[in-house]
């Protein structure tokens, strides 16, 4: 079974700045794909970003990036030059075939980022 | 391209109705998902959908159904409503099931 955790239920960071959400996960599944998704006031699900895990590079999406530490099932998203428009949840999720066609994303609890004017 | 839609946006309903939610996928996506979403448990699989058949289910009772047809559209289908059902539900789609699921905007169900 997969497991998605993340320890942080809540930040705060001023505009401008940068803030790192902490994600880490558990799979036995060799070929899988991690996300980040953020979910605004209006509850809409947007994907931020996405990596392979077949991939050492660290994925990028202009102001965000993410740490892929595969050893350490570690899955941090960075967000630089933090705009208000950014406030937000923000659900760490993974997503693998386990057992056939099994496709299902596994999320964590989420972050609250609020960015602070 | 649209984005994935679903309908009705809002619902209330009682105890023991039932309810039927639809779920439009981006076009060309055969792989439609659904989660349920609460702030006790988070959020929750409960079936994926492919092609028509449904090809993984999550640990929900009997009482929450599927399917999906040719065109790829979807519903789920609550009986015997109970109050701990209000939710958002959440529909995603993807190309074939093993790529990025994109979401549509929910539906929220409250029951009482």
């Known amino acids: 079974a997969q497991t998605v955790t993340q320890s942080q239920p809540e930040m705060s960071v001023q505009e401008a700045e940068t803030v790192t959400l902490s994600c880490t996960y558990d799979?036995?599944?060799?070929?899988?794909?991690l996300f980040w998704y953020k979910q605004p006031p209006s509850r809409q699900m947007i994907l931020v970003i996405r990596?392979?895990?077949?991939?050492?590079q660290n994925a990028t999406e202009n102001r965000f990036s993410v740490n892929f530490q595969k050893a350490a099932k570690s899955f941090s998203l960075k967000i630089s030059d933090s705009q208000l428009g950014d406030t937000a949840m923000y659900f760490c999720a993974s997503l693998s075939n386990s057992g056939g066609s099994n496709y299902k994303l596994t999320f964590g609890k989420g972050t609250l980022l609020t960015v602070n004017p | 391209k649209a984005g994935v839609t679903q309908t009705p946006r809002y619902l209330i309903k009682t105890r023991g109705q039932q309810v039927t939610l639809s779920c439009s996928p981006i076009?060309?996506?055969?792989?439609v998902s659904w989660y349920q979403q609460t702030p006790g448990q988070g959020l929750q699989f409960l079936f994926e959908y492919f092609s028509e058949t449904q090809r993984n289910k999550g640990n929900f009772p009997g009482r929450f159904s599927g399917r999906q047809f040719s065109n790829s559209r979807s519903e789920m289908n609550v009986s015997t409503l109970e109050l701990g059902d209000s939710a958002l539900y959440l529909c995603?789609?993807?190309?074939?099931?093993?790529?990025?699921?994109?979401f549509g905007p929910g539906t929220r169900l409250l029951v009482l």
């Open positions: 076009s060309g996506h055969r792989s």
């Open positions: 995603a789609s993807s190309f074939q099931g093993m790529e990025t699921q994109y």
């Open positions: 799979t036995s599944e060799s070929n899988y794909y």
């Open positions: 990596q392979e895990a077949y991939k050492q």
